[in-house]
């Protein structure tokens, strides 16, 4: 009788026990508030209907998940001789194969939370060297377990699918944001398609396809061939650096008296340094021009900052999906805005400088003004484009390094030319060397396009004026059109895809004719203050009321498509093609009324705040941090070599924005100024700084 009781007794407790520990995330319970740290609870809703046998399949497909990746059935002998001398050698425990094995990325904890992308140990892999090499290879996984019925694990999986991609999409300047990075170590003597049919035949029944791409692939001490280009960039700095020795050590701080001791000064260091920080007012200086150039220009360095973090892994990669997802994060959304500052200003620069011409002279000499622009773009974007295909490719590794450093090289070795004829931005992100300056060739064309439409305003106003209203409009029934008939949007919308975004880029964002409006509102402004139309005396009150009705326009373009933004959003056309075709005017209206008020003295007490000496510093070395700085960010994403805990605050990483300030001196001084000073030597006709970007 004791017996059967005790028996009895057993079965009630283990009864008991199950439920005990069974997992329902529905109820707060200890689990969920400590260990989980709440991430979990958003889950109870739907966990509800999950019925038991979903839970046993889930845990199923954990339980076979692939432990140890070899190519078993490579396409060479040498492959398959050593895929099974690791796993013999695993056996006995050797301490290479424990390596090989111990590099491979394994299920970490906190998937959950965006823990999702596992890289391995990068250099544990590559430091195998006995019987079989080490090759470390970054593979891309697209998981869609929401087809199985987890919807909600599918979406907190993907960090809340903030940005959309799948396993083809171009990677090396836009980021792979669904595709899940995992780093396997493998035995160098099997290739890429060995491991992408090892790993698709083992995981395909989980629901994951995987994707391996050669250049995603690394051996210790590989060789890169030697190219020609290469030879010629290393010949173009050694020259640099040549002229940077002798200026420097032959400037004895006179005047030079020939055109070679003029060029050798051009070169000193001493002196470009000495003009980098003389913060005294040039003769041609607008007002309010530093300022708006110094304050878009920081935005637009967190917006980019930005994208390149989303490259990166984090251990809560959902906080940062949550943070950009937040209203005020509309701020960096909009940063087309931004972008949209610089055609403004280089409107009103380039309008007011062909101006000048026009009243000194009565024409506009084609041929200086086009020269003196290529001599103050082309010689530091030469050098940018030179370093990052032929140089940078060979300082650093790092798991993503092929990709986002090697893969962008490559890019650049095949489309460098575009870039320099400046026609790169009718060729869409995919084929163009340093994405980020598609804005310069934007520029470059609607700077040779004014000089007809100043000619004609000049001579003819009212046609001018008429033909550049007219223009204007076009271009904003283009970007509408455009937005409506490819789906797309110039804000960057909670849950866009990689393929919508560069769909933007190509039919409208990188497009002169698409981008001319605000361009247009600057060379407008530009005539109007010039000629002297636009003097109004105001009182303090009615300066102060200009300035609440152009910060809430401001405001007002910022912050209208901020629904867009949030978390959940599904695409609608008319708001996208509005945003669009008006953002542009809104935005050239702020700038118009805010530029036209500090021009004529109305900035009240911000008048300190706008003539900083921070801005005029900056506003010197501004077109090397507009350069340099993606160079930079992508360096780091590329030797990154574990995730990192995501705050807010990564957003301003002090050491790498001192990185982007120094290299933007360094770079101006040693290559900006000295061939714009060439240029004043050999063919300009006046010693006055021509300041047109």
Same mark, same amino acid.
């Given at each position: 009788?004791?017996?059967?009781?005790?028996?009895?007794?057993?079965?009630?407790?283990?009864?008991?026990?199950?439920?005990?520990?069974?997992?329902?995330?529905?109820?707060?319970?200890?689990?969920?508030?400590?260990?989980?740290?709440?991430?979990?609870?958003?889950?109870?809703?739907?966990?509800?209907?999950?019925?038991?046998?979903?839970?046993?399949?889930?845990?199923?497909?954990?339980?076979?998940?692939?432990?140890?990746?070899?190519?078993?059935?490579?396409?060479?002998?040498?492959?398959?001789?050593?895929?099974?001398?690791?796993?013999?050698?695993?056996?006995?425990?050797?301490?290479?194969?424990?390596?090989?094995?111990?590099?491979?990325?394994?299920?970490?904890?906190?998937?959950?939370?965006?823990?999702?992308?596992?890289?391995?140990?990068?250099?544990?892999?590559?430091?195998?060297?006995?019987?079989?090499?080490?090759?470390?290879?970054?593979?891309?996984?697209?998981?869609?377990?929401?087809?199985?019925?987890?919807?909600?694990?599918?979406?907190?999986?993907?960090?809340?699918?903030?940005?959309?991609?799948?396993?083809?999409?171009?990677?090396?300047?836009?980021?792979?944001?669904?595709?899940?990075?995992?780093?396997?170590?493998?035995?160098?003597?099997?290739?890429?398609?060995?491991?992408?049919?090892?790993?698709?035949?083992?995981?395909?029944?989980?629901?994951?396809?995987?994707?391996?791409?050669?250049?995603?692939?690394?051996?210790?001490?590989?060789?890169?061939?030697?190219?020609?280009?290469?030879?010629?960039?290393?010949?173009?700095?050694? %020259?640099?650096?040549?002229?940077?020795?002798?200026?420097?050590?032959?400037?004895?701080?006179?005047?030079?008296?020939?055109?070679?001791?003029?060029?050798?000064?051009?070169?000193?260091?001493?002196?470009?340094?000495?003009?980098?920080?003389?913060?005294?007012?040039?003769?041609?200086?607008? *007002?309010?021009?530093?300022?708006?150039?110094?304050?878009?220009?920081?935005?637009?360095?967190?917006?980019?900052?930005?994208?390149?973090?989303?490259?990166?892994?984090?251990?809560?990669?959902?906080?940062?999906?949550?943070?950009?997802?937040?209203?005020?994060?509309?701020?960096?959304?909009?940063?087309?805005?931004?972008?949209?500052?610089?055609?403004?200003?280089?409107?009103?620069?380039?309008?007011?400088?062909?101006?000048?011409?026009?009243?000194?002279?009565?024409?506009?000499?084609? *041929?200086?003004?086009?020269?003196?622009?290529?001599?103050?773009?082309?010689?530091?974007?030469?050098?940018?484009?030179?370093?990052?295909?032929?140089?940078?490719?060979?300082?650093?590794?790092?798991?993503?390094?092929?990709?986002?450093?090697?893969?962008?090289?490559?890019?650049?070795?095949?489309?460098?030319?575009?870039?320099?004829?400046?026609?790169?931005?009718?060729?869409?992100?995919?084929?163009?060397?340093?994405?980020?300056?598609?804005?310069?060739?934007?520029?470059?064309?609607? /700077?040779?396009?004014?000089?007809?439409?100043?000619?004609?305003?000049?001579?003819?106003?009212?046609?001018?004026? %008429?033909?550049?209203?007219?223009?204007? @409009?076009?271009?904003?029934?283009?970007?509408?059109?455009?937005?409506?008939?490819?789906?797309?949007?110039?804000?960057?919308?909670?849950?866009?895809?990689?393929?919508?975004?560069?769909?933007?880029?190509?039919?409208?964002?990188?497009?002169?004719?698409?981008?001319?409006?605000?361009?247009?509102?600057? @060379?407008?402004?530009?005539?109007?203050?010039?000629?002297?139309?636009?003097?109004?005396?105001?009182?303090?009150?009615?300066?102060?009321?200009?300035?609440?009705?152009?910060?809430?326009?401001?405001?007002?373009?910022?912050?209208?498509?901020?629904?867009?933004?949030?978390?959940?959003?599904?695409?609608?056309?008319?708001?996208?093609?509005?945003?669009?075709?008006?953002?542009?005017?809104?935005?050239?209206?702020?700038?118009?009324?805010?530029?036209?008020?500090?021009?004529?003295?109305?900035?009240?007490?911000?008048?300190?705040?706008?003539?900083?000496?921070?801005?005029?510093?900056?506003?010197?070395?501004?077109?090397? @941090? /507009?350069?340099?700085?993606?160079?930079?960010?992508? /360096?780091?994403?590329?030797?990154?070599?574990?995730?990192?805990? /995501?705050?807010?605050?990564?957003?301003?990483?002090?050491?790498?924005?001192?990185?982007?300030?120094?290299?933007?001196?360094?770079?101006?001084?040693?290559?900006?100024?000295?061939?714009?000073?060439?240029?004043?030597?050999?063919?300009?006709?006046?010693?006055?700084?021509?300041?047109?970007?």
């Amino acid at each position: 009788m004791t017996a059967r009781a005790s028996v009895l007794l057993l079965l009630c407790a283990c009864a008991f026990a199950r439920e005990c520990i069974e997992l329902t995330l529905s109820d707060r319970n200890i689990l969920s508030d400590s260990i989980f740290n709440g991430t979990i609870q958003k889950l109870g809703a739907r966990n509800e209907s999950y019925d038991d046998s979903a839970r046993v399949d889930l845990l199923g497909l954990w339980g076979r998940f692939p432990k140890v990746v070899v190519p078993m059935n490579g396409t060479s002998e040498q492959c398959r001789r050593d895929g099974q001398m690791f796993l013999d050698a695993l056996d006995r425990l050797e301490l290479w194969a424990l390596k090989m094995l111990d590099a491979t990325a394994k299920l970490p904890s906190g998937i959950l939370s965006g823990n999702a992308n596992q890289y391995g140990d990068f250099d544990e892999c590559l430091s195998i060297d006995s019987a079989v090499r080490g090759k470390y290879c970054l593979a891309s996984l697209q998981v869609n377990i929401a087809a199985m019925g987890y919807e909600r694990l599918d979406y907190m999986i993907h960090s809340g699918h903030y940005i959309r991609s799948n396993v083809t999409d171009m990677g090396h300047r836009v980021p792979r944001y669904s595709s899940l990075l995992w780093g396997v170590c493998i035995p160098s003597s099997c290739s890429s398609f060995d491991l992408e049919d090892e790993l698709s035949q083992k995981l395909s029944s989980l629901g994951i396809s995987a994707k391996v791409q050669n250049t995603m692939c690394t051996v210790k001490d590989f060789k890169r061939p030697y190219s020609f280009g290469k030879s010629l960039a290393i010949a173009f700095f050694l %020259a640099i650096l040549i002229l940077l020795s002798l200026g420097t050590i032959l400037d004895d701080g006179k005047e030079a008296a020939t055109n070679f001791e003029k060029l050798l000064n051009a070169f000193s260091l001493k002196r470009n340094l000495r003009k980098v920080f003389d913060l005294s007012d040039s003769p041609t200086r607008v *007002k309010g021009v530093d300022a708006f150039r110094g304050m878009n220009a920081f935005a637009l360095l967190l917006a980019h900052k930005s994208m390149a973090m989303a490259h990166s892994p984090y251990v809560n990669k959902t906080s940062y999906s949550e943070v950009f997802g937040m209203p005020w994060a509309v701020i960096g959304r909009s940063a087309i805005v931004y972008t949209d500052s610089f055609l403004y200003l280089s409107g009103f620069l380039n309008a007011h400088n062909l101006l000048q011409d026009l009243e000194k002279k009565g024409t506009i000499d084609l *041929k200086n003004r086009l020269l003196a622009r290529w001599f103050r773009l082309f010689p530091l974007f030469l050098s940018l484009m030179l370093f990052c295909t032929y140089v940078l490719p060979d300082l650093n590794n790092g798991p993503q390094w092929n990709l986002v450093v090697e893969e962008h090289s490559r890019v650049c070795e095949k489309n460098m030319w575009k870039s320099f004829l400046f026609i790169h931005n009718y060729f869409g992100f995919e084929e163009m060397c340093l994405t980020h300056t598609h804005q310069l060739g934007i520029d470059m064309q609607l /700077y040779v396009g004014t000089f007809p439409l100043m000619l004609i305003l000049w001579k003819f106003k009212r046609l001018g004026l %008429a033909l550049i209203v007219a223009i204007a @409009v076009s271009s904003t029934i283009l970007r509408y059109l455009a937005t409506h008939w490819y789906d797309i949007s110039m804000f960057v919308y909670y849950g866009i895809s990689v393929s919508k975004l560069l769909d933007a880029a190509r039919y409208s964002y990188i497009l002169p004719t698409h981008r001319a409006t605000i361009y247009l509102i600057g @060379v407008l402004m530009a005539y109007f203050i010039k000629n002297n139309k636009s003097r109004v005396k105001l009182s303090d009150n009615q300066a102060r009321l200009v300035w609440c009705v152009s910060f809430g326009i401001a405001a007002f373009t910022i912050a209208s498509p901020y629904r867009m933004g949030l978390e959940g959003y599904q695409y609608e056309h008319f708001p996208a093609a509005m945003f669009a075709a008006f953002a542009p005017i809104l935005w050239g209206l702020f700038m118009s009324i805010a530029h036209w008020a500090i021009c004529n003295d109305y900035a009240g007490i911000g008048t300190a705040f706008v003539e900083s000496r921070v801005f005029k510093f900056f506003n010197k070395i501004a077109y090397g @941090v /507009y350069l340099t700085q993606f160079p930079i960010f992508f /360096y780091n994403v590329g030797v990154q070599r574990h995730a990192e805990y /995501y705050t807010p605050f990564l957003l301003i990483h002090v050491p790498e924005m001192a990185v982007v300030l120094i290299i933007s001196i360094l770079a101006t001084v040693a290559i900006e100024m000295p061939f714009n000073q060439v240029y004043r030597i050999y063919f300009g006709k006046s010693q006055i700084k021509l300041k047109e970007k």
